[in-house]
Nanobody, 116 residues
Framework: QVQLVESGGDLVKPGGSLRLSCAAS????????MDWYRQAPGKQRELVAS???????DYQDAVKGRFTIFRDNAKNTVYLQMNSLKPEDTAVYYC??????????WGQGTQVTVSS
């Protein structure tokens, strides 16, 4: 079993920045991919950003150039740096990982609200 603990969600004004963190209970090098998803009220959960074991990254078009996913292997933590936030970024953000065994794990979510 893997525990994922997210933090960093907050209320921020449009144009502001936040950094989300997701700390894993075991070595993140054991995961083939680590992702951030988000779910806004009344909408389906959507993939925001991914970082793969080899270091490559992928982003949803709506966040390209504004969000950056990165990891600290020594801290077993993956981050999502979010800049130039917009009201439409408001959502609960979830950390997700997939192990090489294909088992998948989710964090509990952290609320991001972008509002003036």
């Amino acid at each position: 079993q893997v525990q994922l603990v997210e933090s960093g969600g907050d209320l921020v004004k449009p144009g502001g920045s936040l950094r989300l963190s997701c700390a894993a209970s075991r070595n993140i090098l054991s995961f083939s991919v680590m992702d951030w998803y988000r779910q806004a009220p009344g909408k389906q959960r959507e993939l925001v950003a991914s970082i793969f074991s080899g270091g490559s990254r992928d982003y949803q078009d709506a966040v390209k150039g504004r969000f950056t996913i990165f990891r600290d292997n020594a801290k077993n933590t993956v981050y999502l740096q979010m800049n130039s936030l917009k009201p439409e970024d408001t959502a609960v953000y979830y950390c997700h990982v997939k192990a090489y065994s294909d088992l998948e794990y989710w964090g509990q979510g952290t609320q991001v609200t972008v509002s003036s």
